[in-house]
T-cell receptor, first 113, second 114 residues
Framework: AQSVTQPDIHITVSEGASLELRCNYS??????LFWYVQSPGQGLQLLLK??????LVQGIKGFEAEFKRSQSSFNLRKPSVHWSDAAEYFC???????????FGQGTRLTINP | NAGVTQTPKFQVLKTGQSMTLQCAQD?????MYWYRQDPGMGLRLIYY???????DKGEVPNGYNVSRLNKREFSLRLESAAPSQTSVYFC?????????????FGNGTRLTVT
């Protein structure tokens, strides 16, 4: 069965600093991978997704993620964070698309001014 | 605007009470899902419906029932609420026409069981 681990429960970075959120997955076949963001009191919004092709994928709000099969990782990055990026971020893995996605525990991002 | 609508937004129940969480979508998506979100646990799938007329258990179905009333609506029922069901519940939809299409989420229902 697939599983997802986000090792960092909470990360704090300064505004303007770079960001990397870690995600490791376990899945026997080629995974479908997603990053979602959740602002307080809101549902989850898709940031980006990977299913095949170029291993570096671009998403909304200036985020990108890199799929590394050898490391079973799909880390999320942003070169320079903004105060509005403060939110909770979820990595998810699915088989053949989004059906029955498995989510990681989430990483809460705090931005220092 | 197209989207996923959940009602109510907030609910407080006493142990043993019942209630139904409603979800409606106007995205014409085939699949619908109910997740619960708990601190440190991420989102866990309760039930899903791959298409109208079908429902299947997810990871944590105990204590819940669902009804796929039609293509638009997918409700989640708690017959006898327990404090362990205190959580934030999210409905999501998915278009199965493409394997890589994402889930679309509602804004959640925050349920407290005392």
């Amino acid at each position: 069965a697939q599983s997802v681990t986000q090792p960092d429960i909470h990360i704090t970075v300064s505004e303007g600093a770079s960001l990397e959120l870690r995600c490791n997955y376990s899945y026997g076949a080629t995974p479908y991978l997603f990053w979602y963001v959740q602002s307080p009191g809101q549902g989850l919004q898709l940031l980006l997704k990977y299913f095949s092709g170029d291993t570096l994928v671009q998403g909304i709000k200036g985020f990108e993620a890199e799929f590394k099969r050898s490391q079973s990782s799909f880390n999320l990055r942003k070169p320079s964070v903004h105060w509005s990026d403060a939110a909770e971020y979820f990595c998810a893995v699915g088989a053949e698309g989004a059906q029955k996605l498995v989510f990681g525990q989430g990483t809460r991002l705090t931005i220092n001014p | 605007n197209a989207g996923v609508t959940q009602t109510p937004k907030f609910q407080v129940l006493k142990t043993g009470q019942s209630m139904t969480l409603q979800c409606a979508q106007d995205m014409n998506h085939n699949s619908m899902y109910w997740y619960r979100q708990d601190p440190g646990m991420g989102l866990r799938l309760i039930y899903y419906s791959a298409s109208e007329g079908t429902t299947d258990k997810g990871e944590v179905p105990n204590g819940y029932n669902v009804s796929r009333l039609n293509k638009r609506e997918f409700s989640l029922r708690l017959e006898s609420a327990a404090p362990s069901q205190t959580s934030v519940y999210f409905c999501a939809t998915h278009w199965t026409g493409a394997n890589n299409s994402p889930l679309h989420f509602g804004n959640g229902t925050r349920l407290t069981v005392t």
